[in-house]
Nanobody, 115 residues
């Protein structure tokens, strides 16, 4: 398995932007799909975006489509999530993992969007 360390979260006003980063403990080149997930208080964890190994295929949850962009740099073992036009409903802890996900999760990074 691979360990992930997420960073870049914070407190932002509605309409603002954040860029999340996920650094992996080893090469992610062999992981066909990487993804970002989030878990809001009292809700189940959900996948918000995924990206294929070469970056040519991406998929987004309807709730973030057009606002979030996922990317990956296999040479740096890093996955990114650019989040624009943030809304309070985006408030959650964000995690990255493979898709389908491994059993082990990182600590996540908290994103809080104020209205």
């Amino acid at each position: 398995q691979v360990q992930m360390v997420e960073s870049g979260g914070g407190l932002v006003q509605a309409g603002g932007s954040l860029r999340l980063s996920c650094s992996a403990s080893r090469s992610i080149f062999s992981i066909i799909y990487m993804a970002w997930y989030r878990q809001a208080p009292g809700k189940q964890r959900e996948m918000v975006a995924s990206i294929s190994r070469g970056g040519g295929l991406t998929n987004y949850a309807d709730s973030v489509k057009g606002r979030f962009t996922i990317s990956r740099d296999n040479a740096k073992n890093t996955v990114y999530l650019q989040m624009n036009s943030l809304i309070p409903e985006d408030t959650a802890v964000y995690y990255c993992n493979a898709w389908p996900h491994y059993d082990s999760w990182g600590q996540g990074t908290q994103v809080t969007v104020s209205s």
